[in-house]
């Protein structure tokens, strides 16, 4: 065999790997196929602009948001919103206007990442106009800042998607300014134009004040009791009577108490009462005590239980505590011994017979046993 000459040896093995492109070699790459007359091509350069970590590759998506075809400024505006660059904001703010929806949303998506108060009063505008989306309400809410918070509030006159999230952001901002605006909508005046309560949709306004109850509830601050008690007391809509019964039990505060013993015992809805049971086992308080046993009677099934998990909570929740009057040293001796769902007629007849003093400390658990075993019928 002749051998193989000393150049040829020396020179590249032949099918050699060429060495990797740069960062800059990539980027001006994908700077040229973003001029391609393919749109697909241009999707593709955008894919590979988004694993360049160079500043310059910001230029060319913020470019991109300007293409002609919307698949384009949507992959552009999917990779900005990853990049959360404070320099996209002028260009994303103007493809919340975009006239494909879904662009409009990954728009709004990338603004609510980068947080920058440049973008809040376009959003701001967008809720004013009745244009905004989730996406914008949620980019809204992700800013923090004092400014949006009404503008949080008017959305929940909204549709349920943009209202959800809406409530959401106020959820998790807890903000005390927002206290007298929704006590603006419990109370039929909402303080931002809007056309009278009146003419705005029956179920848009119905959503909006049981939303308003449920936020009032998660912030959780005394300063409402006010407003939901007269709601709880005067609205004539079963619906948002179960709303505010449920966030003045998220509140716990004892103030709310004769209240919802009231509604317990004289609202003609049974679901607004199986709500005011509830509440009363959240706050805790013994004056309840004779009522919710009472309540415990019901026909509908659903309210004596939710009645029976109310009257076992308070029964723990008062056993290290000096009770006063025959009802709650009734249940403070049987609670001890009720289980989580316990039956709403073991819970009645241990309850009476300790109030008749018939139960002494020494044989309470035994009985309340004996009568779960015949589901509270023990003569």
Known sequence: MTPMPFFKRAGKPEGETPAPKTELEQLHEAAEEL????????????????????????????????????????????????????????????????????????????????????????????VQEERAGTAEVEALGNMGHESVIS???????????????????????????????????????????????????????????CTAADILGEIGH?????????????????????????????????????????ALQLDPDWEVMMHAAEALGKIGH????????????????AMRGTTADSLVKIGWNIQKKEVKGKEAKALQLMGAYFHEEEEAETIRKAYETALAGKVTKKNARLYVKQLRAVKGKLK
């Open 35 to 126: 001029k391609h007359p393919d749109s697909d091509v241009r999707r593709k350069a955008i894919k590979k602009l988004e694993k360049i970590k160079l500043k310059s590759a910001v230029t060319c998506l913020t470019d991109a948001l300007h293409d002609q075809d919307w698949g384009v400024r949507l992959v552009a505006a999917t990779a900005l919103s990853d990049r959360q660059d404070p320099r996209t904001v002028h260009h994303l703010v103007l493809a919340l206007f975009d006239n494909q929806p879904i662009v409009k949303f990954h728009a709004a998506e990338a603004l609510g990442k980068i947080r920058h108060e440049d973008a809040i009063q376009h959003l701001v505008k967008l």
């Open 151 to 209: 503008h949080l509030v008017q959305a929940l006159y909204e549709p349920a998607e943009v209202r959800k999230a809406a409530e959401k952001a106020l959820v998790e901002l807890r903000p005390m300014s927002a206290i007298p605006h929704l006590e603006k909508i419990l109370r039929q005046e909402p303080d931002f134009e809007k056309p009278p309560l009146k003419d705005i949709d029956h179920e848009l306004g119905l959503s909006a004040k």
């Open 222 to 262: 005394e300063s409402a009791l006010p407003v939901l008690i007269q709601t709880l007391r005067r609205d004539s809509r079963a619906d948002i009577r179960m709303h505010v019964a449920t966030a003045l039990g998220k509140i716990g505060h004892e103030s709310a108490v004769p209240h919802l013993i009231k």
């Open 286 to 301: 013994e004056s309840a005590i004779p009522y919710l046993v009472k309540a415990l009677k019901a026909p509908e099934q």
